[in-house]
Each structure stands twice: as structure tokens, then as C-alpha cells.
């Protein structure tokens, strides 16, 4: 059974780095039946996607975070990571690790936990 | 402000059915696949419904999808008090490049 289970800090200071890590068991990250991605929801709010990162290695950024935003894998530790730098209060929100078949980017089959970061000195 | 527009509530009483509409444009819902997500209070999303109206694995035949054009419709029959949550909608929007949702609609069970 394919499972995600985010880690990192939950407080993050404002112009610094949020560096998140997903576990994923159950499958293997560099399969080419699946893609891995980020997705974020402030308190309160809906779902913004962050982006995705597909087997090959290819990135898809939501254009609004694309320069802030780096995702990445390590195949020999089945982990993938996000990177958001010069973090604001406005990404205070529960960052999801997701994943989902291949065909098609916008359906997340499989999500983690949640895990809240709040950014805030 | 989202690219998708759902409704903001809906409610319907036990046993009923609910539908639950997402407006997109001809650049996503029109040439992309819908998908349809649960978030109950306090838990991460689960997906509903893929490709329209495709349901994976678990997910009961009570819930269903469908697309017509720039819009997509789920469904739910026979409403139960632990459907009560949050639903989205998503998909790609390729003048953004972009994976859009929806603002989410909250189901209450009377």
C-alpha cells in the first residue's frame, strides 16, 4: 500500500527556507507509473498546487511560486523534497506531499498527512 | 479568487442526492480531465473522483462525475451524515500552465 509521510520544521522564519521531506513507501519514487508533487492549503483556505516532479525528472512549477520553488528526489532514499525560499506569512499553511498516476498531473491518488508550518520570527 | 468556480455550500437531508457543479474555461475543464476530491474536517483530501468520472478503488458507486464542456457536475446519492466535508474540483489549465481547483463547496447534511 502506497503511503506519504511528510517531515520537517514547523516554524520557519520569515526570508528563510522551507525545507520539507516526503517519505514514500509502498512504491518506488523513480517508477514511471507515478509523478510526486506538493500541494499547500492556508488555514481556512482551498487547495493551491505547488508542482510536481515526474519519474524522468521533469518539474511542473505553479508559475506564481516558480522562482521560489525547487523539487527534487533521492531515488536512494525514496524521498522526495520541497524547497520554498524568502518565505512570507502568506505561506503559513499545511503543505501536503501527493501522488498520482502518470497520465494525468491534476489527479492526486495519494496524499500525506499534512504537515502545518507556520512562518513567523 | 479561484480559476474553478464551485458553489459555496450546498444541502440536501439524508437519503437525498446533491450535485455539486465546477465552471471552468475552454484552456481547463474544456480540454482536460476533471477530478473530484473529499476533505473531511481536520484530514487530508481523497481523491473521488479521476479522469470525469473514473472512481478509484474504495470509493463507493454513490458518488459520481461527469463533464460537459467548460463544466463538470459530482454527484452524490444517497446522502449519509459522514459525507458531510469539503469538496473540490481540479484540473490543468494549459493557459496557465497551471493545476487549477476549485474553491470548494461544503456539504451539509440536514
Known amino acids: 500500500q502506497l503511503q506519504l509521510q511528510e517531515s520537517g520544521p514547523g516554524l520557519v522564519k520569515p526570508s528563510e527556507t522551507l525545507s520539507l521531506t516526503c517519505t514514500v513507501s509502498?512504491?518506488?519514487?523513480?517508477?514511471?507509473?507515478?509523478?510526486w508533487g506538493w500541494i499547500c492549503q492556508p488555514p481556512g483556505q482551498g487547495l493551491e498546487w505547488i508542482g510536481s516532479?515526474?519519474?524522468?525528472?521533469?518539474?511542473y512549477y505553479n508559475p506564481s511560486l516558480k522562482r521560489r520553488v525547487t523539487i527534487s528526489v533521492d531515488t536512494s532514499k525514496n524521498h522526495l523534497s520541497l524547497k520554498l525560499s524568502s518565505v512570507t506569512a502568506a505561506d503559513t499553511a499545511v503543505y501536503y506531499c501527493?501522488?498520482?498516476?502518470?497520465?494525468?498531473?491534476?489527479?492526486?491518488?495519494?496524499w500525506g498527512q499534512g504537515t502545518l508550518v507556520t512562518v513567523s520570527s | 479568487q479561484s480559476v474553478l468556480t464551485q458553489p459555496p455550500s450546498v444541502s440536501a437531508a439524508p437519503g437525498q442526492k446533491v450535485t455539486i457543479s465546477c465552471s471552468g474555461s475552454?484552456?481547463?475543464?474544456?480540454?482536460?480531465?476533471v477530478s473530484w476530491y473529499q476533505q473531511l474536517p481536520g484530514t487530508a483530501p481523497k481523491l473521488l473522483i479521476y479522469?470525469?468520472?473514473k472512481r478509484p478503488s474504495g470509493i463507493p458507486d454513490r458518488f459520481s462525475g461527469s463533464k460537459s464542456g467548460t463544466s463538470a457536475t459530482l454527484g452524490i446519492t444517497g446522502l449519509q451524515t459522514g459525507d458531510e466535508a469539503e469538496y473540490y474540483c481540479?484540473?490543468?489549465?494549459?493557459?496557465?500552465?497551471?493545476?487549477?481547483f476549485g474553491g470548494g463547496t461544503k456539504l451539509t447534511v440536514l
Open positions: 475552454n484552456s481547463s475543464i474544456g480540454s482536460y480531465y
Open positions: 509502498g512504491a518506488s519514487i523513480s517508477s514511471s507509473r507515478y509523478y
Open positions: 479522469e470525469n468520472n
Open positions: 481540479g484540473t490543468w489549465d494549459n493557459s496557465l500552465s497551471n493545476v487549477v
Open positions: 501527493v501522488g498520482g498516476r502518470a497520465q494525468d498531473i491534476a489527479a492526486f491518488d495519494y
Open positions: 516532479i515526474y519519474y524522468s525528472g521533469t518539474t
